[in-house]
């Protein structure tokens, strides 16, 4: 027994050392030096500066850091919020960015606005800030050194936008978290009688045009795991509108709904329930729809 324990200490000596958690944000990037490094609570989050608390509870944020960092009289402030997975940074990184300048996919989309860079990077939102209204941009080696020292935390890939590409406006697309603030960042008239049943739901948005017809298609997708609860979204969308619009057939034949000077379509897939809002003179909308379904 004794030579038993010997050989096992022995053995456990031969061991790699574990290794040291990496810091979230790295202590220096060439020139630049990190001056601050705090993690904000969720009760400091509607204090933030460039940040609304309810937006970030909305889309179930698990941890906010901040980091300032210092070169000569420049100075930028890098926050990293972490979220539970890519959809939903996505998500809040489309809520946080202007609807231009905004590129990548999900898990790896940027935006530069001025004094401000955005950056969805897997379960990360990175926001850079440089401080001073007339501050240039961030520099991009601090966005860059941020992915690098997160990439070492979590599985940050990319994959594409899960809504078809095909005459897709770029820089429309979001993804809408099940909550009430998230769903008011989708304005739409039209879609005003709708929002208090969809904002329960999460949803993929994102805009159409078709410049030889001179229309433009609003496509939300719901994605359902199980397809009864599906069945059943599907239906209370087609009720209610029915019951704030009016019904018609449409030029395929199928239910079409007038409503706030708009169309809508409502169609059901194996995993998802998909509603199209597009205007009068788009005839051809529901030949779109029907093959969104069978897609």
């Known amino acids: 027994m004794r030579l038993f324990l010997r050989v096992l200490q022995s053995l456990l000596l031969l061991l790699p050392a574990p290794i040291a958690a990496q810091p979230l944000l790295p202590d220096t990037v060439y020139a630049w030096q990190r001056t601050e490094l705090r993690s904000v609570d969720i009760a400091s989050w509607d204090a933030m500066e460039d940040a609304d608390g309810d937006l970030l509870r909305a889309y179930d944020v698990a941890d906010v850091t901040e980091a300032v960092y210092v070169r000569g009289t420049a100075r930028v402030r890098v926050r990293v919020l972490s979220l539970r997975g890519r959809e939903r940074a996505f998500g809040l990184f489309r809520a946080m960015t202007p609807?231009?300048?905004?590129?990548?996919?999900?898990?790896?989309?940027?935006?530069?606005?001025?004094?401000?860079?955005?950056?969805?990077?897997?379960?990360?939102?990175?926001?850079?800030?440089?401080?001073?209204?007339?501050?240039?941009?961030?520099?991009?080696?601090?966005?860059?050194?941020?992915?690098?020292?997160?990439?070492?935390?979590?599985?940050?890939?990319?994959?594409?936008?899960?809504?078809?590409?095909?005459?897709?406006?770029?820089?429309?697309?979001?993804?809408?978290?099940?909550?009430?603030?998230?769903?008011?960042?989708?304005?739409?008239?039209?879609?005003?009688?709708?929002?208090?049943?969809?904002?329960?739901?999460?949803?993929?948005?994102?805009?159409?045009?078709?410049?030889?017809?001179?229309?433009?298609?609003?496509?939300?997708?719901?994605?359902?795991?199980?397809?009864?609860?599906?069945a059943m979204f599907a239906a209370r969308l087609r009720n209610r509108c029915a019951d704030r619009g009016r019904e018609f057939l449409s030029a395929c034949a199928s239910p079409a709904y007038g409503m706030e000077g708009a169309v809508f379509h409502v169609a059901l897939a194996r995993d998802r329930v998909i509603l199209v809002i597009s205007d009068l003179r788009d005839s051809g909308c529901c030949a779109w729809v029907e093959s969104l379904r069978n897609g």
């Not at 520099?139 to 050194?145: I, N, V, Y």
């Not at 820089?171 to 329960?200: I, M």
């Open 99 to 230: 609807d231009v300048g905004v590129h990548g996919i999900v898990g790896d989309a940027f935006c530069f606005a001025g004094r401000e860079t955005f950056c969805a990077f897997g379960p990360f939102v990175v926001q850079l800030t440089a401080s001073g209204r007339r501050a240039p941009p961030p520099d991009e080696a601090l966005l860059l050194a941020a992915k690098r020292s997160l990439f070492r935390q979590a599985d940050c890939y990319g994959t594409d936008i899960p809504l078809p590409a095909e005459e897709r406006i770029l820089g429309s697309e979001r993804y809408l978290a099940p909550a009430a603030e998230a769903w008011a960042q989708f304005q739409n008239t039209a879609f005003v009688p709708l929002r208090e049943l969809c904002r329960t739901h999460a949803a993929w948005v994102a805009h159409y045009e078709k410049p030889l017809l001179g229309v433009r298609r609003t496509l939300i997708s719901f994605p359902f795991r199980q397809s009864a609860a599906a």
